[in-house]
C-alpha cells in the first residue's frame, strides 16, 4: 500500500521511506501539497522495464511474416567517391 510522504518527512525519514517501499509498493512524495515523485524498489523498477513480450514473439507477430524478402547482398564495388 502506498502512502504519500511531505518532501521534508521523507528527507528526514529516508530509511523508513525505502523500507516501505521494499516491503509495501511505491511511495509517493509530495511538495507543497502536490504529488512530485515515486519511490520505488529495484525489484518493481526492474519489472516496469521489462519488455511485455519476448523477442521471439515480436518476430512471429511482424506483418512482413511470411513475405519472401530479398535479403542478397548487392556484391557489386561501391560507387567511387572524391575525396
Known amino acids: 500500500m502506498s502512502k504519500n510522504w511531505q518532501l521534508q518527512e521523507a528527507k528526514n525519514k529516508f530509511s523508513q521511506v525505502v523500507?516501505?517501499?521494499c516491503n509495501e509498493?511505491?511511495?509517493?512524495?509530495?511538495?507543497h501539497?502536490?504529488?512530485t515523485v515515486v519511490i520505488l524498489s529495484l525489484e518493481d523498477d526492474q519489472e516496469l522495464l521489462k519488455p511485455q513480450n519476448a523477442l521471439v514473439d515480436f518476430f512471429?507477430?511482424?506483418?512482413?511474416?511470411g513475405l519472401n524478402l530479398d535479403?542478397?547482398?548487392n556484391a557489386s564495388?561501391?560507387?567511387p567517391v572524391d575525396l
Not at 25 to 31: D, E, K, N
Not at 60 to 65: G, M, Q, R, T
Open 25 to 31: 509498493g511505491p511511495q509517493i512524495v509530495t511538495r
Open 60 to 65: 512471429a507477430a511482424s506483418p512482413l511474416k
Open 71 to 73: 535479403l542478397e547482398r
Open 77 to 79: 564495388a561501391p560507387r
Open 33 to 35: 501539497g502536490k504529488e
Open 19 to 21: 523500507d516501505c517501499a
